[in-house]
């Protein structure tokens, strides 16, 4: 009986990664963007910006210019959304493709030191760093099927200063307002001390569960089917000033299909079953 249950399982399982290997690249996945400008990275997704309420600013790529996947948070910052459509995908943000894609628009893509600026906040005490939400970036994904997605940041300019970017994935979407001029990761100290970066909801508010982080320019995480996941990512500015001269910055997010040795592994495996099944029947 365990014997049956296990060949069916891995059945199913190799049966699911083939309809999701075949499915990949069927559609295309789809990048949004948002059109506020504020000289900055604020982001904003109403009118008004941090000082007051208004009308929702346009995005690009959404129905009627509409925020992205039912996102309502009115005073929430909120620069880009990415729909995954199936394992095996590959999209960019970066305002270079926002300008391609739609007829030479220009987006707000840009951080300096971000929630991850680790410089001395006072050298007299050469251990405290600290991270500065005014110059965070937020995006959203969410996928059409489980898979490993795989989230990579890199900077746009070869002569910016920013040496390397930090992410950090939540489970949900952001309600409520943030106090986006917040201090965060205060203390952070990469490989010692990054219990300051793992906490949910870090600037205020509600609907975010910490899922994962980095502070190495990538990081990957399991995205269920239909689940939104937000996304905070800074810059390491080397002059370490608070808001720093705005870098512009891309990201490659990646849907990792299942590797060629699963599929080697879940055959094997279901060979040797059918042996010992063959040795059972003849004893």
Do not use: C
Request: avoid cysteine.
């Amino acid at each position: 009986m365990q014997q049956k249950k296990l060949v069916k399982a891995i059945a199913l399982a190799a049966a699911g990664t083939a309809m999701t290997l075949g499915a990949a690249g069927s559609a295309s996945a789809e990048v949004m963007y948002n059109t506020a400008s504020w000289g900055a990275t604020d982001g904003w997704v109403l009118t008004g910006g941090s000082d007051g309420g208004g009308a929702p600013i346009p995005w690009l790529g959404t129905p009627g210019g509409a925020l992205p996947m039912g996102f309502t948070s009115e005073k929430h910052a909120l620069n880009w959304a990415a729909m995954i459509d199936n394992a095996g995908q590959t999209l960019e943000v970066s305002a270079a493709d926002a300008a391609s894609r739609f007829n030479g628009a220009v987006v707000d893509l840009d951080t300096a030191n971000g929630a991850w600026g680790s410089w001395q906040a006072d050298p007299q005490n050469p251990s405290f760093t600290r991270g500065w939400a005014h110059n965070t970036d937020f995006g959203l994904i969410k996928s059409a099927v489980d898979t490993t997605v795989r989230i990579e940041v890199s900077k746009v300019n070869a002569a910016d200063n920013i040496f390397n970017y930090g992410i950090t994935v939540f489970e949900g979407m952001h309600t409520g307002e943030i106090n986006h001029h917040s201090i965060w990761n205060a203390g952070y100290i990469s490989g010692l001390n990054e219990a300051p970066a793992m906490v949910d909801n870090p600037f205020g508010g509600s609907g975010l569960s910490y899922l994962t982080h980095g502070d190495s320019s990538y990081v990957e995480f399991f995205a269920q089917a239909n689940q939104a996941y937000t996304v905070y990512l800074g810059g390491n500015d080397i002059g370490g000033d608070i808001f720093g001269t705005p870098y512009a910055y891309k990201v490659n997010i990646s849907a990792v299909p299942v590797p060629a040795a699963a599929w080697l592994f879940a055959s094997g495996l279901l060979g040797l079953i059918g042996v010992n099944r063959r040795k059972t029947k003849a004893a």
